[in-house]
């Protein structure tokens, strides 16, 4: 079956870093688009980030421009988000995702699989 693990997750003052990491099994995660999400309480699902299966190509969401980092290590089937520079707004669950596809995409609707989430929380 194919898993999605989030990990990294926690509490962090604003101004902080931290640094998610998503390991994938279960399909071949060199020819997939892998994607970060995040939600809070009562908002709906929000594009975090974004990046082709080569790695060659990433988006980002308007609100973590220069702040948020996504790379992946396709030798280790693995994907991460650097995060600086937090501020409160950035309080989420955060959820990787991977698309059949291999081009960057922020389309919820093209992502296939899920992970569990892990919880990020700024403090101000």
């Known amino acids: 079956q194919v898993q999605l693990v989030e990990s990294g997750g926690g509490l962090v003052q604003a101004g902080g870093s931290l640094r998610l990491s998503c390991v994938v099994s279960?399909?071949?995660?060199?020819?997939?688009?892998m994607g970060w999400f995040r939600q809070a309480p009562g908002k709906e699902r929000e594009f975090v980030a974004t990046?082709?299966?080569?790695?060659?190509?990433?988006y980002y969401g308007d609100s973590v421009k220069g702040r948020f980092t996504i790379s992946r290590d396709n030798a280790k089937n693995s994907v991460y988000l650097q995060m600086n520079s937090l501020k409160p707004e950035d309080t989420a669950v955060y959820y990787c995702?991977?698309?059949?596809?291999?081009?960057?995409?922020?389309?919820?609707?093209?992502?296939?699989?899920w992970g569990q989430g892990t919880q990020v929380t700024v403090s101000s």
């Open positions: 995702a991977s698309a059949p596809w291999g081009g960057a995409t922020s389309r919820l609707a093209a992502y296939d699989y």
């Open positions: 279960g399909l071949t995660f060199s020819t997939h688009t």
């Open positions: 990046i082709s299966w080569s790695g060659g190509t990433s």
